[in-house]
């Protein structure tokens, strides 16, 4: 098994924990192979957090097993369901929950088949897969207890990573060649709120910032309840923290948010928006609604119909519940039928869709920074970047369809069309 393989599926934030596992590995004398064909094991760093994603991960699982590799399952799938998966899977070799994976390489030589989840810190790590981007955990779990969440079950409670362990990782990336660093967490506003600090997200970007050879900052996946004004107008005033920002509300009726037991409400929302609207007119609102949780009436989803239609967020996600079994909302009477969700779901992306268009539509004949990344994957006829409003996976591109510049660099790209979500240009 000294050759291996990973497979990363969920969030970013497992990205980096499967970046963590490659290091350790490879520190330990194994070898990472890029394609799982030549590897003696495969290792699948699952995600569990929707039955969607359990799915995902157990039909990769048996994928790899009827080769005949070993595999060794990683990840919230073991926080999940725990032991009983040695019972269930007894074609994986080894179960290694969230913060063990430090244990990993004396587990295949030990022939210890389950190590237990351990919530006891963050990972850090400097090995990168992601180019001139590279995501950065400044925390790990989450608090705020979200009655349709399985986060603090499945990895635990939050716990933050000192600052100045994070800024050191920030700073052997750069010397990596990494430009923009993305920082996230299940809620980065609540940042040591967990040592009873608050505030503290502010100083540590502009510790980050100091950092040579950095240019970007990009802030993904905050709480509206734990936005403040500090961190509104770091962002504002940084000219190395994009104007943009990951604000996840999940809906706008204060009904449908206390069902979801979301803290602060819609009231929290509004605020966030303000402070965000004060700061500046030119901050990137990305943020994600969930249809279909129990309590959202006709009323509470024309409200967020009304809600969308003014453009209030530049980019949007958009989610059907999933009730889970234990969450609290699973629990809760009246649920919506998947047909209904799937229709609401459309209706808002159909409403985003235009204001996402005309929002881009404005920028042609505009030159914005780009950062070029690689040529486009359906065709190297055309390079594929991102400016600062552009998130990598979960946003739009910036296609580039004249000119040869070098991946990893920024270029100042005229803006010649646009599409519902994508951006072509050519270099200025």
Not at 104 to 118: K, M, Q, V
């Amino acid at each position: 098994m000294k050759r291996f393989s990973i497979i990363s599926l969920g969030c970013h934030k497992n990205l980096v924990d499967s970046e963590y596992i490659c290091e350790t590995m490879i520190n330990n004398g194994y070898t990472l192979e890029p394609d799982s064909d030549t590897a003696q094991c495969v290792i699948v760093n699952t995600c569990s957090f929707l039955t969607s994603a359990v799915e995902e991960s157990l039909q990769t699982i048996f994928e790899i097993a009827s080769t005949g590799k070993k595999v060794i399952c990683a990840g919230c799938l073991v926080s999940r369901y725990g032991r009983e998966l040695l019972k269930e899977l007894p074609e994986v070799t080894i179960f290694a929950g969230p913060g063990t994976y430090d244990g990993l390489p004396l587990a295949i030589t030990g022939h210890e088949r389950f190590l237990s989840p351990e919530f006891t810190g963050v990972v850090k790590r400097s090995f990168i897969t992601t180019g001139a981007s590279a995501y950065v955990k400044i925390s790990e779990g989450c608090s705020n207890h979200c009655n349709y969440c399985l986060i603090p079950k499945i990895r635990g409670e939050l716990i933050s990573k000192p600052a100045d362990s994070v800024v050191e990782e920030c700073r052997v990336l750069a010397s990596k060649g990494v430009k923009e660093i993305i920082l996230i967490a299940q809620d980065l506003g609540s940042y040591c709120r967990d040592a009873g600090t608050r505030n503290a997200l502010s100083p540590l970007v502009e510790e980050i910032s100091s950092i040579t050879g950095i240019a970007w900052i990009r802030l993904m996946y905050v709480h509206p309840a734990s936005l403040d004004a500090y961190l509104a107008e770091t962002i504002r005033g940084n000219p190395k923290v994009c104007n943009y920002i990951d604000l996840p509300i999940q809906h706008i009726s204060d009904k449908v948010l206390r069902a979801m037991g979301r803290n602060g409400g819609a009231d929290a929302v509004w605020e966030a928006l303000d402070l965000l609207r004060s700061a500046s007119d030119d901050i990137w609102i990305r943020s994600t609604i969930m249809v279909g949780h129990p309590g959202e009436d006709e009323d509470a989803f024309n409200e967020l119909e009304r809600f969308i239609a003014k453009g209030h967020i530049d980019n949007l996600g958009v989610f059907t519940y999933s009730a889970e079994p234990g969450t609290a909302s699973c629990a809760m009477p009246d649920p919506l039928a998947e047909e209904i969700k799937n229709l609401r779901k459309d209706r808002i992306m159909m409403l985003q869709q235009e204001i996402s268009k005309k929002r881009l539509e404005s920028l042609i004949g505009s030159k914005i920074p780009v950062l070029v990344e690689e040529f486009h994957p359906e065709t190297e006829l055309l390079l594929k970047g991102r400016s600062f409003f552009q998130a990598p996976d979960v946003d739009g591109c910036v296609m580039i369809n004249e000119g040869s510049p070098e991946f990893g660099s920024f270029y100042d790209i005229e803006i010649i069309d646009a599409l519902e979500y994508d951006l072509v240009g050519r270099i200025a």
